[in-house]
């Protein structure tokens, strides 16, 4: 089973520091670019950050400065290293990967979402 999974929420209080970290698991022959999205009750998921196979990266203007986007492609990981945290940083935090893998007698590419981690910062 190709799977994304994420660990590394919690409660922490404001100006404080929480690292995300996801791992993909299955049979991955290659993984695009991976994400970190967000979302509150009452919004859409948002992107917080992105990086490609190659290390280019991108953060939402609210991040810029505080959280650092991360991966290790032999470990088919990723990570988000998020620092002075607000309230406002508060939510469900979801890891999505393009990846091309294995699922039953088939090869292809799609587009994997984690089961999700809370993150709350409390002020």
């Known amino acids: 089973q190709v799977q994304l999974v994420e660990s590394g929420g919690g409660l922490v209080q404001a100006g404080g520091s929480l690292r995300l970290s996801c791992a993909a698991r299955?049979?991955?022959?290659?993984?695009?670019?991976m994400g970190w999205y967000r979302q509150v009750p009452g919004r859409q998921r948002e992107l917080v950050a992105a990086?490609?196979?190659?290390?280019?990266?991108n953060f939402a203007d609210s991040v810029k400065g505080r959280f650092t986007i991360s991966r290790d492609n032999a470990k088919n990981a990723m990570y988000l290293q998020m620092d002075s945290l607000k309230p406002d940083d508060t939510g469900v935090y979801y890891c999505?990967?393009?990846?091309?893998?294995?699922?039953?007698?088939?090869?292809?590419?799609?587009?994997?979402w984690g089961q999700g981690t809370q993150v709350t910062v409390s002020s």
């Open positions: 999505n990967a393009q990846m091309r893998a294995q699922v039953g007698v088939a090869v292809r590419t799609s587009d994997y």
């Open positions: 299955g049979k991955i022959f290659s993984i695009n670019t």
């Open positions: 990086i490609t196979s190659g290390g280019n990266t």
